[in-house]
């Protein structure tokens, strides 16, 4: 069995697989192709960077999606 880690995500606790990068979070919250900005620990995450971000235990991670609008 894989092993998770708990994370904190948009303020609220979550289980992720041990070996989860940023991008593995935004893939497996069918975010993937959506304009979402990602932040890690305070700090902003560029998209170019997510595969390399990973994630720990205790992380904080927010999660803000862009809408568009007039």
């Known amino acids: 069995m894989a092993e998770k880690i708990e994370i904190i995500?948009?303020?609220?606790a979550m289980q992720v697989l041990a070996?989860?990068?940023?991008n593995d979070?935004?893939?497996g919250l069918d975010l993937?192709?959506?304009r979402v900005a990602l932040?890690?620990?305070?700090d902003i995450i560029s998209h170019n960077?997510?595969?390399e971000a990973t994630?720990?235990?205790g992380d904080r991670v927010e999660i803000v999606?862009?809408?568009?609008g007039g």
Not at 19 to 22: D, G, I, L, Q, R
Not at 39 to 42: A, D, K, P, Y
Not at 65 to 68: A, D, L, T
């Open 19 to 22: 070996e989860w990068t940023a």
């Open 55 to 57: 994630l720990s235990s």
């Open 9 to 12: 995500l948009n303020g609220e």
């Open 65 to 68: 999606h862009f809408v568009g």
């Open 32 to 34: 993937r192709g959506k």
């Open 39 to 42: 932040e890690l620990n305070g």
């Open 25 to 27: 979070l935004v893939e």
């Open 49 to 51: 960077r997510w595969r």
